[in-house]
Each structure stands twice: as C-alpha cells, then as structure tokens.
C-alpha cells in the first residue's frame, strides 16, 4: 500500500505564511512529480505548484512569486511553503504524487486526503 500524508494547514491571517509537508510511504520503488492541488467547493481542483524528481517546477500563475515547492527525495516528501497569503488562496489542499510502486507495471497517480488552508482576518 502507498500512503501520502499532509500536514501544515489551518487558519492564518492576509500576508501570512504557512508551509504544507506531504510524505509519501509505504511500497514505493520510485517518484516522479509529486505535486500541491487545491480545490474548493463547486470548482475542479487545480494545479498549485509541481516538482519534478529532478528538480523541475511549474507554478499556476496565482501563486508565483509567492509561494514555494521543494522536496527531499531521501524522504519521499514535498513541501510548500505559502507566503504572503491572500483570502481566496482559502481551500483543500492536497498532495499527489505520480509513483511507481514496488513490483508494480505502471505509473500511478495517488493523493493525501486533504488539509484545509484559510486565509481570513
């Protein structure tokens, strides 16, 4: 079985910072991206930001400049770290991550369950 597990969210205040972790367990013989995804009700979920095994990133254009992924391969884990917050940054955040399990035939997408994230006053 393959467990991702976040961590980080909760209420903060306009301009603020919180940063997310999301570590990744169980049968796991390799990671490619892992990724932050956000989502509120009523709307599809999105593409916050992604890191690639290498290093690479990509950011959806709200965020850049702003907030921040890195990642530690050792640990099978991903951060984010969210600066300068704004209200409508407010929704579930969740971590996934495309994997290739221990014995498995394919890449595979898995996902956290979820941390809420809220920007308020």
């Known amino acids: 079985q393959v467990q991702l597990v976040e961590s980080g969210g909760g209420l903060v205040q306009p301009g603020g910072s919180l940063r997310l972790s999301c570590a990744a367990s169980?049968?796991?013989?390799?990671?490619?991206?892992m990724g932050w995804y956000r989502q509120v009700p009523g709307k599809q979920r999105e593409l916050v930001a992604r890191?690639?095994?290498?290093?690479?990133?990509n950011y959806a254009d709200s965020v850049k400049g702003r907030f921040t992924i890195s990642r530690d391969n050792a640990k099978n884990t991903v951060y984010l770290q969210m600066n300068s917050l704004k209200p409508e940054d407010t929704a579930v955040y969740y971590c996934?991550?495309?994997?290739?399990?221990?014995?498995?035939?394919?890449?595979?997408?898995?996902w956290g369950q979820g941390t809420q994230v809220t920007v308020s006053s």
């Open positions: 996934g991550a495309d994997l290739w399990r221990t014995y498995g035939s394919s890449w595979s997408d898995y």
């Open positions: 169980g049968s796991i013989f390799s990671i490619n991206y």
């Open positions: 890191i690639s095994s290498g290093g690479s990133t």
